[in-house]
């Protein structure tokens, strides 16, 4: 259980939500299957393979969105369409017009569906209680919404919001690269992308390449303002901070995952270790991260 990108919300100042109550109100709306016409269906689902939809560790939450969706193919839809079109022709002798083509591609695709293959992903958040934190796990901003459009459905007067600091990310990880030097607790790692402010959007990308040297400041002083930088925490937690304020790319370094894989006997006790020591770690990055970017705005809470 190591979350690889995410999505930072505040929850509000005065949420009161607890497990047991979360465990309720997602027991009210668990995935269903798909029905003979629906193309996707959302619910609520289980963190490890049993009965709980909630699992709790040292005031953590964990829970996830899981979503089945019929896998059918536009090339596929659009056989069995060519197929039918060719036999009306034949049989009618005229060509098919726009909105009959329309018409024939719904009635084929209703037809298609009861016999489509479904296919179950997962969406995982963290409640991070002590701190008022909404951690999504999510490469996108559609997959995060989707999950918060869930919720919002599931759980009443549970408003969120993104985190917002008051520097932005961009003219935060500017300063740090012109100056040379990344805030306390912080190295810059071997990955940037520089975007130039102006109508051309000239954009420089760098992979494992150093950062000093008189080309980064070259091009900051030719206006591109930095919106993606590798940075790592303490030796403990690396990542890419970007211009939204997502996180990408983390990873948690061998020293994290090998206090789990030596105190954990059981499978059971492996989950519990590795949730525990992930957000443990990733709530003290997030706080320390929040501090360089100058806090939370005043009215973020």
């Known amino acids: 259980m190591w979350f ?7 929850l509000p100042a005065d949420c009161t939500i607890t497990a047991t109550t979360l465990q309720e ?24 393979g049993d009965d709980r939809l909630v699992h709790v560790a040292n005031q953590q939450i964990l829970f996830a969105l899981g979503v089945e969706q019929k896998l059918l193919p536009a090339t596929i839809i659009n056989r069995f369409v060519k197929e039918r079109i060719a036999d009306i022709e034949a049989q009618q002798g005229y060509k098919v017009g726009r909105k009959e083509k329309k018409d024939i591609k719904e009635a084929v695709t209703e037809e298609l569906l009861p016999r489509a293959f479904a296919m179950q992903r997962a969406t995982f958040a963290w409640i991070d209680s002590v701190n008022g934190r909404l951690i999504i796990e999510a490469a996108s901003p559609a997959k995060a919404d989707e999950l918060l459009e869930q919720l919002s459905k599931t759980v009443d007067d549970l408003p969120v919001k993104l985190l917002h600091t ?33 109508e051309s ?4 990308r760098y992979a494992n390449h150093a950062l000093e040297g008189e080309e980064i400041l070259a091009h900051i002083a030719s206006g591109k303002r930095a919106t993606r930088l590798g940075l790592t925490w303490n030796d403990r937690i690396s990542f890419v901070l970007t211009e939204q304020l997502q ?3 983390l990873e948690f ?31 003290r990055m997030l706080t320390d991260l929040t501090e360089a970017l100058g ?3 005043s009215n973020n809470r």
Do not use: H
Not at 4 to 10: L, P
Not at 168 to 185: C, H, I, K, N
């Open 4 to 10: 690889k990108n995410i999505f930072i919300y505040r």
């Open 25 to 48: 109100k997602l027991a009210l709306k668990p995935l269903q299957p798909c029905s003979g016409l629906d193309k996707q269906s959302r619910g609520w689902v289980s963190c490890r």
């Open 166 to 198: 008051e520097i932005s990310p961009v003219a935060a990880m500017t300063d740090w690269l012109a100056g040379e030097a990344a805030p306390a607790g912080f190295t810059i790692d071997r990955e940037l992308e520089l975007r130039a402010t102006g």
């Open 201 to 204: 959007k000239a954009t420089v």
């Open 247 to 249: 996180i990408k790319r």
């Open 253 to 283: 370094l061998d020293i994290i995952k090998e206090e789990s894989t030596t105190l954990a006997d059981t499978d059971e006790e492996m989950f519990d270790l590795d949730f525990t020591l992930m957000t443990g770690e990733l709530a």
């Open 295 to 297: 806090g939370e705005v």
